[in-house]
C-alpha cells in the first residue's frame, strides 16, 4: 500500500487516476426551500416595523378599590337588650315599617298591662261618678303613663324606616345590643352605586374627569366593568388621612402603603354579571381599577430618544 492510499480515500484515488476532473459541491442546498425562507423573514420583518410605527403601548394607574352606596339608610337601635328575634336578611326587600327585629320586652309589656288595668278601673269609677274629679286626675295621669309605656315597648320592637332592601344585617338572636348600635341597613329604591378607587399619587396629574376606568371585583375574574370617572380629588393623602376619609367600618379593609388620590366613578346598575350569572353591588366589596393615563408608540418606547425628536418637530 503506497503513501497515497493511506492519506486519501480509495476513491478518490480511483477518480483521480481515471482521469475525471470534475468538482462537486461541498454543500448541495435545495433554492426553493432557502428562497422560501428568505422572503418569509422579510415579510416578517416588514411586519416588525409596521408594528413598531403602528402599535401602541398603554400606561395604566392601577390600584385598589372599594364598592360604595349612596342612599343607604343605616337602622340603629333606639334602646338595648337582648335580640330575641330577626325577622329578615340580607338581599330580602321590605316596606316602611315592616318588622326587623324584635328585643326582649318582658318588663316593658308587664308595665304595660299593670297600667291598662289601673286606667280601666279609674275609667270604671268615673263611670259610675261622673263628677269624680279624683278619678278623672288619676285617668288623666295613668293615660300619659299609658302612652308613655306604650312607647317604651314600641322601642323593643325595630321597624324599617322606608321601603328598600336589606343590605346588611349586624345582629343575631341571643346578642347584647347596645342603644345606637348598627342592627342592619336599607338600600332605598334611588340609592346609587359608586366606585372608589385609591390610585397611585404620582399619577394625579394625568388624571382628569371624564376618563375611562375599568373595574374588576376581587374573586371574580374577567368580571370587568367600564366606567367613567366623575371625580378626581385635588389633593394626594397619605395613608392615615385616607383611612380616616373611608370610617371606622371600612378603614381597615384596605393597606394604603403610599400616597394616593381618590377616583370615584358610578356604577351603571345595581349587579354585575360573571360566568353568565347576576350578583348585587354590596357597600365595601373590594376591587381592582385600573385608568390608562399615557398611550404612545413602540418604537417610541424602544428608543426613548425619539421622545426628543418628535417633540421638537411638533414644535
Not at 275609667?123 to 286626675?137: E, F, G, S, V, Y
Not at 397611585?200 to 366606567?227: A, K
Request: charged residues 25%; glycine residues 8%; contains cysteine.
Amino acid at each position: 500500500m503506497t503513501d497515497m492510499d493511506q492519506i486519501f480515500r480509495k476513491e478518490a484515488v480511483d477518480a483521480l487516476e481515471a482521469g475525471l476532473d470534475r468538482q462537486g459541491d461541498l454543500l448541495r442546498i435545495s433554492p426553493s426551500w432557502i428562497n422560501w425562507t428568505y422572503w418569509s423573514m422579510a415579510a416578517m420583518l416588514v411586519v416588525g416595523i409596521a408594528y413598531c410605527f403602528l402599535g401602541t403601548v398603554s400606561e395604566y394607574a392601577s390600584g385598589q378599590a372599594l364598592i360604595r352606596v349612596e342612599g343607604r339608610t343605616d337602622v340603629t337601635a333606639s334602646s338595648g337588650g337582648i335580640v330575641v328575634r330577626v325577622d329578615v336578611r340580607p338581599g330580602q326587600r321590605v316596606k316602611k315599617g315592616q318588622l326587623l327585629a324584635r328585643l326582649y320586652d318582658g318588663q316593658e309589656s308587664a308595665d304595660l298591662d299593670r297600667i291598662r288595668h289601673e286606667f280601666n278601673l279609674e275609667l270604671l269609677r268615673i263611670l259610675r261618678d261622673p263628677n269624680d274629679q279624683a278619678a278623672r286626675q288619676t285617668l288623666t295621669t295613668l293615660r300619659t303613663q299609658r302612652e308613655q309605656a306604650e312607647a317604651h315597648l314600641a322601642e323593643r320592637s325595630v321597624r324599617a324606616p322606608g321601603d328598600g332592601v336589606v343590605n346588611d344585617v349586624r345582629i343575631r338572636a341571643g346578642q347584647l345590643l347596645q342603644p345606637g348600635e348598627l342592627v342592619c341597613s336599607l338600600i332605598g329604591e334611588h340609592a346609587r352605586f359608586y366606585v372608589d378607587a385609591l390610585l397611585p399619587g404620582q399619577y394625579r396629574p394625568m388624571l382628569r374627569r371624564g376618563m375611562s376606568m375599568r373595574v374588576e371585583i376581587v374573586g371574580f375574574q374577567y368580571s370587568y366593568q367600564n366606567v367613567v370617572i366623575e371625580s378626581v380629588s385635588d389633593d394626594v393623602v397619605g395613608p392615615s388621612e385616607m383611612r380616616r376619609y373611608l370610617g371606622q367600618e371600612l378603614g381597615d379593609a384596605l393597606q394604603v402603603t403610599g400616597p394616593v388620590v381618590l377616583v370615584r366613578a358610578r356604577l351603571a346598575s345595581r349587579s354585575f354579571s360573571s360566568e353568565n350569572r347576576r350578583f348585587s353591588y354590596y357597600s365595601g366589596i373590594p376591587a381592582r381599577a385600573d385608568a390608562r393615563v399615557r398611550t404612545e408608540s413602540i418604537l417610541v418606547t424602544l428608543i426613548p430618544a425619539l421622545k426628543i425628536i418628535f417633540k421638537g418637530t411638533n414644535g
